[in-house]
């Protein structure tokens, strides 16, 4: 009996201490799956506060067009707002690398949208007879591989430490087409006027 009880007593002092050993890790599991789920949200978060910046810059500007100066400017503001959200959750993230490290991740996005997501989409619109959505689709497709050149250039300046010589650029309003030093006097992808272009100094 005295074996028995010894051997139960053992058997006990082990599960409890496997126990002790499960219940020590529970915070830890916790805590991953709790900055799993975080880090989703964060990445929704950024995503919401870009779409909502974009989305209240065209609003302002529809509020200029029709008359209504004051509800455009706090359409701004709060697009300007919406910035300061996603790139707050940018930097949690940690996306915001060394320039380097930013412009191999932007040939990456624009490579992948122009060989990837932008022919998927177009193939789709052609299906659906959207021809709206399929120019909107085509314009960004091309202007992609423009700016994925421009980024592969600005990379190959950065190996040897240099910065890419100084220049304006010149983006085009409707297609987005993106040109170095000078806008050409139609843009080649959608025909707008060189004297509409916007020119980044």
């Known amino acids: 009996m005295v074996w028995?009880?010894?051997?139960?007593?053992?058997?006990g002092l082990r599960f409890f201490s496997y126990?002790?050993?499960?219940?020590?890790?529970?915070?830890?599991?916790?805590?991953?799956n709790f900055m799993v789920k975080t880090d989703e949200n964060l990445k929704a978060a950024f995503a919401g506060e870009s779409q909502a910046n974009r989305m209240y810059v065209a609003f302002a500007k529809k509020a200029e067009e029709e008359g209504f100066p004051q509800i455009a400017k706090l359409f701004k503001a709060a697009a300007e707002a919406e910035t300061v959200?996603?790139?707050n959750h940018l930097r949690v993230m940690g996306q915001v690398k060394?320039?380097?490290?930013?412009?191999?991740?932007?040939?990456?996005g624009e490579t992948y949208e122009f060989k990837k997501m932008?022919?998927?989409?177009?193939?789709?619109?052609?299906k659906e007879g959207n021809k709206q959505a399929q120019?909107?689709?085509?314009?960004?497709?091309?202007?992609e591989q423009i700016h994925a050149t421009l980024y592969q250039k600005a990379i190959e300046a950065v190996k040897t430490k240099q910065d890419l010589p100084k220049a304006d650029l010149y983006v085009c309003p409707v297609c987005g087409n993106t040109f170095e030093s000078?806008?050409?006097?139609?843009?080649?992808?959608?025909?707008t006027p060189k004297e509409k272009f916007m020119k980044i100094a």
């Open 182 to 191: 000078s806008a050409p006097d139609r843009c080649p992808i959608c025909a």
């Open 98 to 108: 060394s320039t380097a490290e930013n412009l191999s991740a932007a040939v990456t």
């Open 135 to 143: 120019q909107s689709f085509d314009y960004a497709n091309k202007v």
């Open 19 to 32: 126990g002790l050993a499960y219940y020590s890790l529970l915070p830890i599991v916790f805590s991953v």
């Open 85 to 87: 959200h996603a790139l």
């Open 118 to 126: 932008y022919p998927d989409f177009i193939a789709e619109t052609k």
């Open 4 to 11: 028995f009880c010894l051997g139960w007593c053992a058997y």
